[in-house]
């Protein structure tokens, strides 16, 4: 595995920060909606294109939504016990490997013996595939068929994006502080937009001189200091407690401290009433 995905890691550094985790799950059986058909001609158990979209057991296989910080994409090898193998996928010429867009990928692999034990060279083609696979869902564009110049472009789209996102989140800030006049803004938030506006200028000068690694860098720095300032935790308790929950916490304080104060103002302010209506009548006669 590491010889396979190391060093499209390592060309994709640059891009992106990614990590790599495994897990294994031993008798995994498939989802009760998944009933593959035996095929006398081609000798093996084959799956329809439309039962490929619940292929995935989220029932009895616990995949880890997420691992780390970001999203996390998933990369399935599934063997299938001796009951169901060889098992193909219809119309797949082969490759028993389909997508999963905005999830991951799946390859079923049907080993070449009855060995319980996988060697390096018989996951080497399943994890081609999920090179290939990667690529895809991370929006690599399929021409040239040079591949330097294609994570090229997928840095320039990148940055782009982080930039354009840093800037939505700053607007979004930005409404969010004139929507909530009362709304107080911690140092480290002032901090954060500053350094955001900075790295943001930064990059849109590296844009225009062409420098696309240095707009990157900076983008990234732009986009992840704008997400601090916007889920500052001390500001976000305040986005959701609104003026009516404010007199609802008070009133019931505030209520046994007023009701004295109305009726001592009162008795204090009766005598004064009583006496300028007197003295009205007194002018009348």
Request: hydrophobic content about 45%; charged content about 10%; aromatic content about 8%.
């Amino acid at each position: 595995m590491s010889s396979t995905f190391e060093p499209l890691i390592q060309a994709l550094s640059s891009i992106s920060n990614l990590t790599i985790d495994t897990q294994v799950q031993p008798y995994a059986t498939l989802a009760p909606s998944i009933q593959p058909t035996f095929s006398t001609e081609q000798n093996s158990w084959t799956l329809s294109r439309a039962q490929l979209g619940g292929f995935i057991n989220a029932a009895e296989w616990p995949l880890s939504p997420s691992i780390g910080s970001g999203p996390t994409v998933h990369f399935i090898l599934y063997v299938p016990g001796p009951s169901l193998a060889p098992l193909t996928v219809d119309g797949s010429e082969g490759t028993n490997a389909w997508l999963i867009p905005q999830w991951g990928g799946v390859v079923i692999h049907n080993p070449a013996t009855s060995s319980h034990h996988l060697t390096a060279a018989d996951l080497h083609a399943p994890f081609l595939t999920f090179s290939h696979q990667l690529l895809s869902l991370l929006g690599l564009p399929e021409h040239p068929a040079s591949l330097p110049i294609r994570l090229a472009t997928l840095s320039r789209v990148r940055a782009a994006s982080l930039f354009l996102s840093a800037s939505s989140t700053l607007g979004s800030l930005a409404r969010l502080t004139l929507a909530l006049p009362s709304i107080s803004i911690p140092n480290s938030v002032a901090d954060s937009v500053s350094l955001t506006i900075a790295h943001l200028e930064t990059s849109c000068a590296a844009f225009k001189k062409g420098d696309f690694e240095t707009a990157l860098h900076s983008a990234r720095i732009a986009e992840a200091a704008a997400e601090t300032a916007f889920f500052e935790r001390s500001m976000v308790g305040q986005v959701y407690f609104p003026d009516e929950h404010k007199v609802a916490v008070y009133l019931p304080l505030l209520g046994p401290v007023a009701v004295p104060l109305v009726l001592a103002a009162i008795k204090e302010l009766k005598p004064l009433v009583l006496g300028w209506v007197d003295r009205s009548r007194r002018v009348r006669l």
